[in-house]
């Protein structure tokens, strides 16, 4: 039987004809990824210097998880991530002013290939499954013997396929159709993903982004996407670097095959502290009046210039409700200029919201709006686990961030269509 | 024992903690899913925890149940990072699936990672798990990551001024 996308890039990145589910490689990596929580000065994190690299041109280091540095021990993170950048002769810093989360960085300068293989120490790195690049986070120790050394391990897995059909209907966006998936298939631990069919055709750059980030949390391992004609184009307006796409055998063995029809996806909501199993349509919250606290639009899956356009779409001429405080962060600052010049930065800033400079910030639970003990926050950034964002007291659902800008103003869990003037001609 | 399915890595080194002492960072291991559990490990225990024990944040989990005093985990299955992490970190970890059947709270336990089996000491019965290569398990030998990144001159062992 043949490959599948992930296994054909773990093969061809260490020189085996072929690499089959439960196999261990040691590979080499084309691109490496680090941030700033590689350089904390603990035992745990980068607890002293690194002396050398087998490939600078290889290694990016990008600020994303605490900027600009809230506490003092994220400032001496960021001193020590200049130094090594500088010192080593890394491909690139993306420094304070120039930064993004991550996985938005690596898509907006193709730091991943169609075909390559990259690694960074964050789970989220799926992103890059986006570029037809093979992604997925290791951890942080890993991440530098990787730079160190010019090489890691993996363990391949077999895939899930999943075929998109159809169309997304309006009102619905890519996190609800993440949020349909993992409420019909649930976890996929163990397993890579691969998203093909005619239906993926009609998703743009930023919405297969959300997709692949948050496939994070269907426990997928690698998460892949073929390089079709959106991509191409996409790159082709970015980068002059060559590159050979990977796409599976015509034989590829999958684990399961799910046919998913896009029209059935409606607005949907994870309820607090897990996602898998724990998804429920947004009308059966719609009469339940669950107040909020805190509505949050941000992080690497929902910062996107399509969440700020959705967000500015539902708060134009309307008021974020008394009591209640909606942040947004752009995920990068390339997507904050880009706003701003759209006009979404003012729109939101009158209508209440707080716009804050790109980082993780939030989603976190780092700085930027931490939730308090007690309190209901809404958000549409990639995790609702108890205690993720601040206090492990307090109780955070997620959805898209249509849905969060909605709440903003009710109040309570609510969808556009139920903020008075929106949706009107 | 921790047999819950699912735990994650916020919970078991919740963001809150990352800038605090160890013996303060200590209290807040786990403490969301069992308030009191992390004062009561001593030293030489082994964990036995449930299905994908460690999902989500790749942050290095495994060192703050290292701090308390573990010195092996042995699980239904691991996360992908987690298990990553505690092989990078040194810790021996075994994916044992059935040890939650085999296994009761207090009982005596050796694990052999070489042999990748669980011995009930208390029951005098043995369980197999899914063995570690020989390249990751040498990993562990060594110390971790780290340590032999020092070894190879790859990283100081001081911090620049």
């Known amino acids: 039987m043949g490959s599948t996308m992930a296994n054909k890039v773990l093969a061809s990145h260490a020189g085996l004809a072929k690499v089959s589910p439960g196999d261990i490689v040691v590979t080499e990596v084309d691109s490496v990824v680090m941030s700033d929580t590689a350089f904390y000065l603990a035992a745990d994190r980068l607890p002293s210097d690194i002396e050398k690299v087998a490939h600078p041109e290889r290694v990016s280091i990008l600020l994303d998880h605490g900027v600009p540095a809230p506490a003092i021990d994220t400032a001496h993170s960021h001193k020590r991530a200049r130094e090594h950048a500088k010192r080593l002769g890394l491909r690139l810093l993306a420094d304070v002013g120039r930064h993004g989360i991550e996985h938005q960085v690596v898509l907006e300068r193709a730091l991943g290939l169609p075909g390559q293989l990259l690694a960074c120490n964050d789970t989220h790195t799926t992103g890059a499954g986006v570029l037809n690049c093979a992604a997925r986070g290791i951890g942080l120790a890993d991440v530098v013997y990787l730079a160190c050394t010019g090489k890691t391990w993996y363990r391949a897995s077999p895939a899930i396929k999943f075929v998109l059909q159809g169309r997304l209907p309006s009102g619905t966006s890519a996190k609800d159709l993440f949020l349909h998936l993992s409420r019909r298939f649930?976890?996929?631990?163990?397993?890579?993903?691969?998203?093909?069919?005619?239906?993926?055709?009609?998703?743009?750059?930023?919405?297969?982004?959300?997709?692949?980030?948050?496939?994070?949390?269907?426990?997928?391992?690698?998460?892949?996407?073929?390089?079709?004609?959106?991509?191409?184009?996409?790159?082709?307006?970015?980068?002059?670097?060559?590159?050979?796409?990977?796409?599976?055998?015509?034989?590829?063995?999958?684990?399961?095959?799910?046919?998913?029809?896009?029209?059935?996806?409606?607005?949907?909501?994870?309820?607090?502290?897990?996602?898998?199993?724990?998804?429920?349509?947004?009308?059966e919250l719609e009469g339940q009046h669950v107040a909020v606290d805190q509505c949050f639009i941000g992080s690497c899956s929902n910062g996107k210039l399509s969440d700020l356009r959705d967000a500015a779409a539902v708060l134009a001429g309307q008021r974020v409700a008394d009591g209640v405080r909606l942040l947004v962060t752009p995920a990068s600052q390339a997507i904050y200029l880009e706003a701003l010049r759209a006009g979404y930065i003012e729109t939101l800033t009158e209508a209440g919201a707080v716009v804050t400079p790109a980082t993780c910030g939030a989603c976190a639970g780092g700085h930027s709006g931490v939730v308090g003990p007690g309190e209901v926050c809404i958000t549409s950034s990639t995790r609702n686990f108890k205690g993720r964002m601040g206090s492990a007291e307090a109780e955070i659902y997620m959805a898209s961030s249509a849905v969060v800008a909605a709440s903003a103003v009710l109040g309570h869990i609510g969808g556009p269509l139920a903020v008075a003037g929106v949706g009107v001609a | 024992m921790i047999p819950d399915d699912a735990v994650n890595t916020d919970a078991i080194m919740p963001r809150a903690g990352f800038s605090l002492p160890r013996e303060q960072q200590r209290k807040l291991v786990l403490a969301s899913l069992r308030p009191g559990w992390s004062e009561q490990v001593q030293e030489g225990d082994v964990l036995v925890a449930g299905n994908s024990f460690g999902i989500g944040s790749s942050r290095p989990a495994v060192t703050v149940l290292q701090a308390l005093g573990l010195r092996a985990i042995v699980a239904e299955s691991f996360g992908e990072v987690f298990l990553r992490n505690s092989v990078s970190y040194a810790m021996p970890v075994l994916e044992c699936p059935g040890v939650l059947a085999t296994v009761d709270e207090g009982e005596m336990v050796e694990v052999d990672m070489g042999a990748a089996t669980v011995r009930n000491l208390t029951r005098g019965c043995e369980l197999s798990g899914q063995p570690l290569p020989e390249m990751l398990i040498d990993v562990i030998k060594r110390g971790g990551l780290y340590a032999m990144l020092r070894e190879q001159g790859y990283m100081a062992s001081v911090v620049r001024a």
């Open chain 1, 186 to 283: 649930g976890s996929q631990q163990g397993h890579d993903v691969e998203y093909h069919g005619p239906g993926l055709s009609t998703l743009g750059i930023d919405e297969r982004s959300t997709l692949a980030i948050m496939s994070t949390e269907l426990d997928a391992n690698f998460v892949m996407m073929p390089a079709d004609e959106v991509l191409l184009d996409y790159l082709a307006g970015i980068t002059g670097e060559p590159f050979t796409p990977v796409e599976p055998d015509p034989d590829a063995e999958y684990a399961a095959v799910y046919e998913v029809e896009l029209g059935e996806v409606q607005p949907f909501v994870a309820l607090p502290h897990r996602i898998n199993g724990n998804v429920v349509p947004l009308h």
